[in-house]
């Protein structure tokens, strides 16, 4: 299920190069999936000849397995907030909710000896909150922790400036720069976004 968040789909060989195992013992697993509905198929054509190869995907039904942490009683309580004390009651209430996360992982995320094992240590954090993500490198686009899954999401669409505030957070957890960007999904994936962490100077 992780290996079709991240990717958006995959077909059997590629699960089974990622995952170990037989052939059919992974189709078996898609196909169970795919009969409790968290799973379909579609089919990808192939470059020049031969024909299309299935590809397994998740479903809307899978994102329960993926929490939101209850965003819509979250923005309910950020609006009465709002009302009780004043327009910038939520920004005030989502600043400190970042503070108190940074104080809760920095005596851990010290411990780590260099800048890439604090960003894996991080990564590893945020998931135990929901975020579901994974570190990556490449000589081209450098040391970034990806997340395909965020359930803040619909906190930040309503309050923008606390991606702000998360971000500031992980630059102060990793004494360096991160830049946020999000990636729009397309063939090549699902949506994401991408944290890149910059790993030469520190801020």
């Known amino acids: ?8 789909g995959l077909p059997v060989p590629e699960l089974k190069r990622r995952l170990g195992g037989s052939y059919m013992g992974i189709k078996d697993q898609c196909e169970a999936l795919k009969k409790l509905g968290y799973v379909e198929t579609w089919r990808m054509p192939r470059v020049g000849i031969g024909r299309p190869e299935i590809m397994y995907r998740l479903t809307p039904k899978a994102d329960c397995l993926f929490p939101d942490a209850g965003g819509d009683l979250s923005l309910r309580m950020l609006e009465t907030a709002k ?19 940074r104080d809760e992982w920095r005596p851990r995320i ?14 590893a954090l945020r998931e135990k909150v929901g975020c579901f993500g994974r570190c990556k490198y490449d000589p081209e686009e450098g040391f970034r922790i990806e997340e395909f899954h ?14 702000q ?17 999000e990636i729009p999904g397309g063939r090549g994936g699902p949506a994401r976004v991408d944290y890149e962490v910059a790993t030469l100077g520190v801020r």
């Open 1 to 8: 299920m992780d290996e079709l968040k991240c990717s958006g």
């Open 83 to 101: 009302q009780l004390f004043g327009d910038t009651a939520p920004e005030r209430m989502l600043m400190l909710h970042f503070q108190t996360l």
């Open 110 to 123: 010290s411990k780590a000896k260099s800048l890439v094992e604090k960003a894996t240590l991080l990564s």
């Open 150 to 163: 965020h359930p803040l999401m619909p906190i930040f669409e309503a309050y923008p400036n606390a991606i």
């Open 165 to 181: 505030f998360e971000v500031r957070m992980m630059e102060e957890l990793l004494s360096t720069k991160v830049v946020r960007r």
